[in-house]
């Protein structure tokens, strides 16, 4: 049988210890020295973490991808998938799974689906200078499937989603990408209006 805590009810001390677990880590509640419980860390997406080991020191780090845009990608993506967003993007980008960072590597853009802000936050940690982008992509050619609430939303009938930082930035993307779709629509020339960011 399972049983729940809100973390609301934790000291600040034991919510800081538990964000800090990494995949594979647990954290052992203990009295009088003897253990009475195991917190493990539960998010889905931590099934493709790794944590980089440190470079051996007789190792250079590596050179590959100096001068290249390195986008890593959190989601199991096929060579070709991974190969034809490189090529969609063009210019000098180079797409690889999480899994091949080594040392060196600098990462500077995670593409990751849809997590928790605990993943999030462990993949902040473990990629601190790459921007996070959270992807939902379906590719039926590719086998591609990773649905997010975004898109559900969307495929339920829902016109478009927009994340506003305030009301202002609200207005000026209503403006700008909704209202004229909205025109479109009422004159007879288009089809549905989506916004996927």
């Known amino acids: 049988m399972s049983r729940q805590i809100d973390a ?14 990494q995949p594979g880590d647990d954290l052992v509640i203990t009295r009088a020295g003897e253990p009475i419980a195991t917190i493990t860390p ?8 790794v944590m980089l080991p440190d470079a051996p020191a007789d190792v250079p780090p590596s050179t590959a991808y ?13 060579a070709e998938a991974r190969s034809r967003l490189s090529a969609e993007m063009g210019g000098e980008v180079a797409v690889i799974d999480m899994m091949d960072v080594v ?5 500077n853009v995670l593409l990751i689906p849809a997590a928790s802000a605990h993943a999030v936050g462990i993949l902040r940690r473990q990629f ?24 559900r939303l969307l495929e339920a009938g829902a016109d478009s989603y927009l994340a ?4 202002s930035h609200l207005a000026t993307q209503l403006e700008a990408e909704v209202l004229p779709a909205r025109r479109q629509l009422e004159s007879g020339g288009g089809a549905r209006y989506e916004l996927e960011g």
């Open 8 to 21: 609301g009810q934790l000291s600040e001390q034991v919510l800081d210890l538990i964000a800090g677990l």
């Open 42 to 49: 539960y998010d889905s997406v931590l099934e493709g973490t």
């Open 66 to 78: 100096d001068g290249v845009t390195v986008v890593a990608t959190a989601m199991k993506l096929s």
């Open 103 to 107: 040392p060196g590597i600098e990462v």
């Open 128 to 151: 601190p200078v790459a921007r996070i982008v959270v992807t939902e992509i379906e590719d039926e050619e590719l086998n591609v499937s990773y649905a997010g609430p975004v898109r």
């Open 164 to 167: 506003s930082s305030t009301i």
